[in-house]
DNA sequence: TACTTTTGTTCCAACGTTTGAACAAATATA
DNA sequence: TATATTTGTTCAAACGTTGGAACAAAAGTA
């Protein structure tokens, strides 16, 4: 049997002969609510099957209790991994998560923005699509006067709570492992310089480079979407130079796929011609043959960051919103692709 | 500038001089509103950035505009793209989307059940993990009324609409690529069989062996919960058979990685000794070494069936709900796992 | 002119919950 | 006993929007 009828509050209060405001103050233990009637008020609630309308309080409140995160796409362990954990914390401080993907385009996130406004969220956790330069609509979320939250993809432009590893870091740290690989023509694939993030890895691998006295070479460094196509094509680039490099560092590890498919068709030796590092340690990155280098961005603590961050927001409505920069330390795991010795 | 103060449909009728009620019929295009009242509406909506309070319009109409979709997890080419499709059509038709993961975990599928119901969600499509054999919650979901869609993961038993592949068809094209490689011991690793799902392809996994009369053995069947380290652990069991087998059918392709790995950890080459063949058509799937064979669900059929059958719901509220299986045809797609000709 | 219909608006109650103020009864204090 | 305090509850308004009923004015019809 179905019952479309839903119990109220009002249901509860005629079966005990009260008002609905004293069954209300019961529920949410008020300490001016005896203690038997609160235990009327629970036992009733169980046996009508009370669920309390969460969208009456949430207007009456003013408050939904839900928060969006926006997220470039669903389809990668770092991002997701970063959801899991950033739901795990909220959920317990009774939010609700709604997650909407951008697919990387522009057009996808403002809408997304324009519906979690519209579903009056409490707050708004993004990781910037790779499009995007224009910031009106995140401006518009912070006129609204609600938490933004960024991690990875951000902009210092927008002063807000901003979680991340240290790219710039992360470029050299790969670098210097290359280095001592042996290698000394190093490629760069990387994604658009005019994300933040992979600016500072460009910039990162520039200076790094400068620090071991290797040139930097113009040929040898490219910018992309990092599909697993965009490393594919970019890949044979660089193979049809005159002289070909001896490694690849690549900002993503799809794209790093797409690098390694293209190498295997040439049938060039990964690492002994070539050794590659990738970006973002995703799961398949370990059991490809060879397994891919690559940068563990310690997506978990992200997470945990930008959600406390959130909930400290809530806590401290009045305090001013700054740029406030959480950078966290990369890590490189070392595989196959490029361990030469 | 930051605006805390919302305008409400208040301010604009004071402006106007006129009354509340009568916004709002303008704002919705009421007829029997005058053009010029509604001009005037839409002016002083802009002028005060007016934003409509969703919450509010939830509270009168019953009806939140929210779509919840529970996934086993996010970090599934399937998964993802079948809720990109989902929220593709959704959105369009006004309703948002909130997505939620099991990770594979009944507990946390309660969970997000109670949050979605808590959220006052208007319908859930779902795809129930692994671990779940209690259908305690989804009957919950049933009783409040509201549509509740399956896919790919299903129990009959609930009788409502699931929308899924021919997983029964599935093992039958496998097994049948398998024999005409030339496989004549093909061993499966599946699935929990009290998952329906898993549990057709370990029917049809057997029925098809019987139809090309190969002999069915225990030894060579396996369930677990096709995670990369069940399929390395089980290929290894199977290689410390006295008779190993020369197929391997795999109910998921990070299971298949895992067993890929063990079998590279072996040296036993892949496809002339041992063919393996996937399930799921995951990204890497193409580009790993070598690339594995697997089913294509074609998720975004299943993404938008979902979806259009959820609407067909709220547009149909009265029209019994049954047992409605829409069942798509799998697609093979073969590659060097299981290609020896 | 008298009556009906149409048009454009206001009125009012409702959706389910919360919360401060008010109030009566019970208890404590002098 | 009179007064102050505490306890447990009710009252009433509010959150922002919607939509049917009511109503006056304008327009149409006989």
Known sequence: MVNKKKTTIKDI???????????SKALND???????????VLQ??????????????????????????????????????IIEKIEDILNEKGYNVI?????????????SIEALLFTQVDGIIASMANETVKLD????IKQKGIPLILFD??????????????????????????????????AHIGGFSHTRIYKNRIRGYIDALKKHKLPFNEDLMYECNLRKSDGRDIMKKLLSLPVKPDGVYI????????????????N?????????????????????????SSIEQHSEEIGRLAAETFLNRIDNPNEPVTLNKMILEPELIIRASSKRK
Do not use: W
Not at 13 to 23: E, R
Not at 137 to 140: E, L, V
């Open 153 to 186: 993809r951000g902009e210092n432009d927008l002063n807000v709570d901003y979680v991340g590893i240290d790219d710039y870091m992360s470029s050299h740290i790969v670098i210097e492992h290359l280095v001592e690989q042996g290698c000394k023509r190093i």
């Open 268 to 292: 060039i030796k990964v690492p002994e011609d070539i050794a590659i590092v990738g970006f973002s340690n995703e799961p398949f990155s370990e059991i490809v043959t060879p397994g891919i």
């Open 251 to 266: 900002s993503g590890d799809y794209a790093a796929l797409g690098a390694l498919e293209a190498l295997k068709a040439h």
């Open 137 to 140: 609509y995140y401006n518009k």
């Open 44 to 81: 009733v609630a169980e046996n009508l099957n009370y669920q309390p309308n969460h969208i009456a309080t949430a207007l009456r409140k003013g408050k939904s209790n839900l928060v969006g995160v926006i997220i470039p796409r669903a389809n990668s362990n770092f991002f997701s991994s």
């Open 99 to 111: 997650i909407t993907q951008s697919n990387e385009s522009y057009k996808k996130e403002c809408q």
């Open 13 to 23: 209060a005629n079966v005990l002969g009260i008002t609905p405001s004293a069954v």
């Open 30 to 40: 008020h300490p001016r609510i005896s203690k038997q009637t609160k235990a009327a």
